[in-house]
């Protein structure tokens, strides 16, 4: 193998190892952005069970309705 086929198969080594470590860090990014997105509706139930408002709730977390709804629909998944 001549050092030009030899630098192109370590370049594109590199690249690969880059985009799988960047593959990685999004799976991982989903799926603490869920878990936290799960733990806030279980957070808007138990709110909405001391009987607040989702209005009031996204006043008192500056969330706008429209994202307060959303996250309290998570919890109706099955």
């Given at each position: 193998?001549?050092?030009?086929?030899?630098?192109?198969?370590?370049?594109?080594?590199?690249?690969?190892a880059?985009l799988?470590?960047?593959?990685v860090?999004?799976?991982?990014?989903?799926?603490?952005r869920?878990?936290?997105?799960?733990?806030?509706?279980q957070?808007i139930?138990?709110?909405?069970?001391?009987?607040?408002?989702?209005?009031?709730?996204?006043?008192r977390c500056?969330l706008?309705?429209?994202?307060?709804?959303?996250l309290?629909?998570?919890?109706?998944?099955?």
């Amino acid at each position: 193998m001549n050092e030009a086929t030899a630098t192109r198969k370590r370049v594109w080594a590199e690249r690969e190892a880059r985009l799988v470590d960047a593959a990685v860090e999004i799976v991982a990014a989903i799926v603490a952005r869920d878990r936290a997105e799960l733990a806030a509706a279980q957070a808007i139930l138990a709110m909405a069970d001391e009987r607040v408002s989702l209005t009031e709730i996204g006043e008192r977390c500056a969330l706008p309705l429209k994202e307060v709804v959303r996250l309290k629909k998570l919890r109706a998944r099955p």
